[in-house]
């Protein structure tokens, strides 16, 4: 079986950033929460899987198609919500949802009705007197009228209040019950993750540092603490990132058990959060005193 959305050796420069050969998987039935400081390339991947960046090598399939020879074809199976609003300000909802949905073969009015009456849009209201949250609704139902089977969200619940945010996500959850669907989210806000992601991908500087399965990297990695006097030459070998402190020292394990293996009595070992382990990933130099 295809995976939804595959990518090999993807390759793009421009200025001094660069996308540096990375690979990625996400199969059906599953959301992956892509990951990584602001900068780091989230976005510009976004726009290569769209077409909207011409690639300077590599290979992205969707749906087992190529991105670009069946750029059509994929772009009305695709769902796309993104941080920054891109409706007709001056519209209303109803209005922008008549210029919508003739590009869309499957458009499903009952879809977009559940939608709008589920996340009490004002049919009748502009666009520019929405809230953010309510512009971010509005691009959610729009995504999932027309039957999508690939969500790629960019940053769509940054500066979201809490319940709007919860709400949305719940949604998510509910979509992804169709086990033929997949989604795709790319966030700086890890605890949204926590909630509803499968898999985890981070990048940082252009390059994928890890992905996985959410349950397998909670399960493997640590967050571990002790007195400065352990720490020797293994220190750099035996984690992810170390920060000390006057009181000792706090660093990140990809294997817990095997650290407390080796350090035994002497560590203390607690669950990181998936901001702790993007963090200690992406400073690996920073070593706070």
Known sequence: MEPILEIKGLRKSYGDFSIKGIDLVLEKGYIMGFIGPNGAGKSTTIKLIMNLLKKDGGEIKVFGKDNVKFEH???????????????????????????????????DEKAYKKYIKKFELPEKKKIKELSKGMKMKLSLTIALSHNADLLIMDEPTSGLDPLVRSELLETLSEVIQDENKAVFFSTHITSDLDKIADYVTLIHNGEILFSESKDDILSNYGMVKGGKEILGKDASRDFVGVRQNRFGFEALTKDKNQIKRKYGDKILIEKPTLEEIMLYHTRREQNAV
Do not use: H, Q
């Not at 772009?75 to 210029?99: A, C, H, P, Q």
């Not at 949905?101 to 499957?106: I, L, Q, R």
């Open 73 to 107: 074809e994929i772009k009305n199976r695709i769902g796309f919500v993104y941080d920054e609003n891109y409706f007709y300000e001056e519209l209303t909802i109803s209005e922008m949802k008549w210029i919508i949905e003739p590009f869309y073969k499957t458009w």
